[in-house]
């Protein structure tokens, strides 16, 4: 295996970093507090009963990301290091910022784990407070050495120029919002700091980032085929709309409005299904291929993404999934601008 395979599998770690948090977050959130600290009845709520099967998944995918994040972070320093010709300590300082970043995820997990497990057997409020308060601590402790990772990192990368220079100055603006999230307890601060990192792994790929572009686009579009899918399975397969409360009673006491609903999700999730296909199928073969058309007919996935958090906004819900995929799509279309239009016309 030749040392470019290496660098790209690191710098794919990287790439896949953020979705795969992003994934096991949304597997999580349902047995977790929601919002700031959380009440006693909430804390009674979740150790009721042990949490869905689901939110073990997401624990499990949030430990493969850790991973995901230090052979990262190795790749990193390893730019930096040859960057500061071997000799100095601030890539020293990313790497094992990297290093105790992924260490202290497993007391934070642990913590989880303790708490669900023994949820339903008997766990008091108090302790089970404890275990989220601890949880918690980790959470931000951990985004310190995120901070110590991104400002290192900005200095090297505007001295040496062993990065473009705007990722430099990105670095800079995440360590302010990491520092920010920490002293305010905000965690969606930090979030631009996932961002950071996707866009420097794909940078770290060389001129790959060009060539893999339409990486980015297939998989925004691949992402509308799970949606499809669940109102697949929901409106042929489960006799409700999402969850028990949702419709059910609309649909049991009304089939003409039942069927008028089910055909409405029906056209939906084929609508998305097709959206998905259309897009994956352009990405893979006219937009990999450099055809001004495939880049012109993607914009339609960024539209789309910004009609849906339009959508979610409206609805009061979370607007960081898609602004993921947003942004997702953005980088896709935006990084390979050059080869579509040289500078030599």
Not at 23 to 42: F, Y
Not at 124 to 131: C, H, I, L, M, P
Request: glycine fraction near 8%; proline fraction near 5%.
């Amino acid at each position: 295996m030749s040392d470019r395979t290496l660098d790209r599998i690191g710098a794919t770690c990287g790439i896949l970093w953020l979705p795969l948090e992003f994934a096991a977050h949304s597997l999580v959130a349902r047995a977790m507090p929601q919002g700031g600290t959380p009440s006693e009845q909430e804390i009674a709520r979740i150790l009721t009963a042990p949490p869905p099967a689901q939110a073990w998944v997401g624990e499990y995918l949030s430990m493969v990301a850790a991973l995901l994040f230090l052979v990262f972070t190795t790749r990193l320093w390893a730019l930096l290091w040859r960057a500061e010709g071997g000799r100095g300590w601030l890539s020293v300082a990313v790497l094992a910022a990297g290093l105790v970043y992924v260490a202290l995820k497993f007391p934070q997990h642990t913590a989880l784990h303790v708490l669900w497990t023994r949820a339903g057997h008997g766990l008091d409020v108090q302790a089970g407070a404890a275990f989220l308060d601890t949880y918690g601590d980790l959470l931000f402790g951990s985004m310190s050495l995120n901070a110590v990772m991104t400002a290192a990192t900005a200095v090297v990368v505007l001295r040496k120029r062993a990065l473009p220079g705007w990722l430099g100055w990105a670095a800079w603006a995440c360590t302010v919002l990491l520092l920010a999230a920490i002293v305010t307890h905000t965690f969606d601060l930090a979030i631009p700091f996932g961002f950071w990192v996707m866009a420097t792994a794909v940078v770290l790929f060389e001129k790959a980032y060009e060539k893999y572009a339409w990486v980015l686009l297939f998989v925004s579009s691949a992402l509308f085929l799970p949606t499809s899918f669940f109102f697949i399975h929901s409106f042929f397969v489960m006799p409700y709309v999402a969850t028990t409360g949702d419709l059910s009673d609309i649909l049991a006491g009304s089939p003409p409005i039942a069927t008028w609903i089910r055909g409405i999700f029906r056209d939906t999730a084929i609508a998305q299904l097709g959206l998905g296909i259309f897009g994956m199928s352009i990405a893979a073969v006219s937009y990999r291929r450099d055809e001004r058309w495939a880049w012109y007919a993607l914009w339609y996935l960024p539209i789309a993404w910004l009609a849906y958090i339009a959508s979610q906004a409206l609805l009061g819900r979370g607007l960081v999934p898609p602004s993921l995929l947003l942004v997702l799509s953005l980088l896709g279309l935006l990084l390979p601008v050059r080869r579509f239009w040289p500078r030599d016309g």
